[in-house]
């Protein structure tokens, strides 16, 4: 089992910044990608950014591309997400997830994940 722990939501303006972290523990070893998917009231879960535990490189959804960072501690089992330049649009719950890796890459979709989060709110006012 691996718990994962959000933390770092809130309310901020349109153009500010959030950093959300997300706190892995338990049989971590088994998981080789982290990500993050957002989910706004009456659409469905959707990918944001990955990150595998090993090598260097992120992926991300064209509407964060430039704006959102994803980044890992191994040491702290932690992943995070710097969210800069945040739109109304970005407002949603904010969940990550572990998984396996697929052809060396992390999934971008939700059904490729095993483990999830509890969720942590962001809002960004207009």
């Known amino acids: 089992q691996v718990q994962l722990v959000e933390s770092g939501g809130g309310l901020v303006q349109a153009g500010g910044s959030l950093r959300l972290s997300c706190a892995a523990s338990g049989r971590t070893f088994s998981m080789s990608a982290m990500g993050w998917f957002r989910q706004a009231p009456g659409k469905e879960r959707e990918f944001v950014a990955a990150?595998?535990?090993?090598?260097?490189?992120?992926y991300y959804a064209d509407s964060v591309k430039g704006r959102f960072t994803i980044s890992r501690d191994n040491a702290k089992n932690t992943v995070y997400l710097q969210m800069n330049s945040l739109k109304p649009e970005d407002t949603a719950v904010y969940y990550c997830?572990?998984?396996?890796?697929?052809?060396?890459?992390?999934?971008?979709?939700?059904?490729?994940?095993?483990?999830w989060g509890q969720g942590t709110q962001v809002t960004v006012s207009s």
């Open positions: 997830a572990a998984g396996l890796r697929y052809n060396g890459r992390p999934g971008v979709t939700p059904w490729q994940y095993d483990y």
């Open positions: 990150i595998l535990w090993s090598g260097v490189n992120t």
